[in-house]
Every structure is written in C-alpha cells, then in structure tokens.
C-alpha cells in the first residue's frame, strides 16, 4: 500500500525550492492521476518549476476540451499548441515535459509517448532563472489541478544529478501537511490550503492486491481518513473468523472486489460515511455465518453485485441513510436462515433485481423506493 497527495482544484497547492535554478536540460514528470475532467477550456495545473522573484515558469498542465482533457505545457510566455490525446481520468498516469536548453525545446510526453513539441517564447532567458517548485498551480496562476500525486513524482536535472528531486507521498504516513523529498537535498514541499484533518493524505493500492492467508483470525481496518483501492482487490483465505472495517470517512473500490473465503464467521461493516464500489463487487464464501451493514450514511453500488454463497446463517443491513443499487445484484444461497433489512429511509434500485428465486421488478429505471420508518424481516428454514 502507498499514500498518495489528492487536491480540491479549488486553492491546495505545493510550494518548494529548487536545489539550484536549471541551466540545462531537465525534465518535470508528474505521476498520479486526474481526479476530475476540467471544464472546456479551463487548465489543471499539476507540476511547474518557477521564479520565486518572478512571474516566470514552465510546467505540466491538461486543459478541458468536448469529451476529456489533453496535454498542455504551461509557462507565463507564449506557449502554442497542445496535445490531442484524450487523457483519462482516475488513472495512472506518468505526464512529462522535457526541456532541451540548446535549442530552447519543450516536449509533452504521456506515459513515455511524445504528444507534442513546443518553443517557450523567449526560454532561453527567463528558463535559467527559475528556481523553486509547485504541484497543482504555477505562479501568477489562478487555475489549480484537482489532481492525485503519486510516489515517484520528479523534477530531473538531466545534466547535474545531483539536483534531481523525487517526491514520495507515501513517506508521509498518511498526516501532516509536508510533501516528502526523499532525496538527499531534502528540499521538502510545503502544503498550501490543504485542510488540517489529513483528509488530502489517500491510501491507494498499486498492481492489484491479494490477501491469501489460510485463517484471517481478526482483521481490522478503521480510522483512515481515505482509502482508495484502483486496482483489484482478492481477499481469499480459507476462513474469516472475524472481520471489522469501521469509521473510514470514504472507502473508494474503482476496480473489482473479490471476496471468496471458504467462511465468513463474522463481519461488520459501520460507521463509513461512503462506500462507493465502481466495478463488480463478488462475495462468494462458502457459507456467511454473521454479517453486518449498519450505519453507512452513503453506499453505492454502481456495477454488479454478486452474493452467492451456498448459506447465510445471519445478514443485517439497517441504519444506511442512503443505499442505491445502480446495477444488477444477485444474492442466490441456497438457504437463507435470517435476514433483516430495517431503517434504512432511501433505498434506490435502478434495474430489474433478483433475490433468491424472487424477482422484483421496476419498470421506470431510477425508481426510488423509500421507507420512513421500515422494518423487513424474513426467516427462511
């Protein structure tokens, strides 16, 4: 797992020192993602070194355009051109811009392809003095990226490598409002209107995670202010014997969850203000013995749910303000002992659904179904 920097688009930026100004050849190369498409024509800015005495700088940036965004380098001089590329959000990026001081060249390079090439008007003067740092913003710029920074972010001196500077979220630990540059210039970033409460700091999961131990006897994942898991998640032991995942203020699946243990004894999932699930969620133990769902003010469903299990001893879902099912679910033991599913006042299915061999069906997709005060119990033996 690794942490990662995530700002608002709105005033979070990073401010830093240059180890020495730039006299020849470097590279900007910002690695993470676009949290959101700008609006066309509006930039998010995400890497630029710049002149702390100045106006001048040079950077990474995307602008909005019909459908997406595309690469942009961005400087206080004229800079023309842009990419055509459409850039995806909520993906791993690495976004580059190499400098070439002899012929005063800048290049846009996106996951190591050229996009485009342009001349920074007048580089060749102002380029050498620039001698500090900022994520998300440039100086003299009102326009701010909302934007997720990863490890490995850098700004390389091609020339003297010993002025290369790499900064690695991670090292943060997940608090505080210090951007980490993890090498032996130290030349730390400082976060600017970021909030106090570490909710910028964003727990990512890289290249797919697999949890395969025999026995998971206790598990508990609680008070993290974001997690964010983008690649595949595979929680397969034999056996769960207790499970708790409370008081995370967001829990973000944007890829598929694969819950399959032989059995889950217990598991309780409370207190997380929002659980949004992206991509299909499959939970297909053996047999559930006791799972709770409760206190959730937001759950979202917005691909696929599978619940197959060949038994449920025990299911409640209850105290949810808000559930929507924005796909298809399939809860198909073959028993069912108890399942309640109480006070939980907004309740939407936006397709045809299917419990068991009961088939509930809603003719205007998005139909809401709303309970003031309801109470369904059902027992199956």
Known sequence: MAWALQSDGVNDHVDGDLVTTMSGDFILKYEGQISSNPANTVFYNLLAIYDKSGNDYLGVAV??????????????????????TQIPINTDLVLEVRYTSSTNTAEFFING????????????????LLDG??????TGS??????????NTSIIDSVTSANTLIFTPTNSGGTGLILDESTANNENGVLMNFPGDNSQWVLVGGGGISITPNTINSASVSNNPVIAFNSVLNLTPNAINSLSI???PSIQFNSVVNIS???????????????SFSAVLNIT????DSASLSNNPTIVFNNPLNIAPSSIDSLSVSNNPVIEF??????????????????????????VQTIGNVTASFKDSGISVKYEEDKITVNFK
């Open 326 to 351: 924005k796909s298809i679910i399939n809860v198909l033991p073959q028993a069912i002992d108890s399942l309640s599913v109480s006070i939980n006042p907004f309740i939407s299915f936006g397709v």
């Open 133 to 138: 740092y900022r994520m998300f913003s440039a």
């Open 63 to 84: 602008r909005g355009m019909a459908g997406g965004a595309v690469a942009k380098i961005i400087s206080n001089a004229s800079t023309p051109g842009e990419g055509s």
């Open 285 to 288: 133990p053996q047999a559930i």
């Open 246 to 248: 409370a008081n995370n």
């Open 142 to 151: 009102t326009t701010f990226g909302h934007a997720l920074l990863k490890d």
């Open 261 to 275: 243990p032989a059995t889950i004894d217990s598991a309780s999932v409370s207190n997380d203000p929002i659980v």
């Open 113 to 128: 392809t050229p996009e485009y090439t342009v001349n920074p008007s007048g580089g060749a003067t102002w380029i050498p």
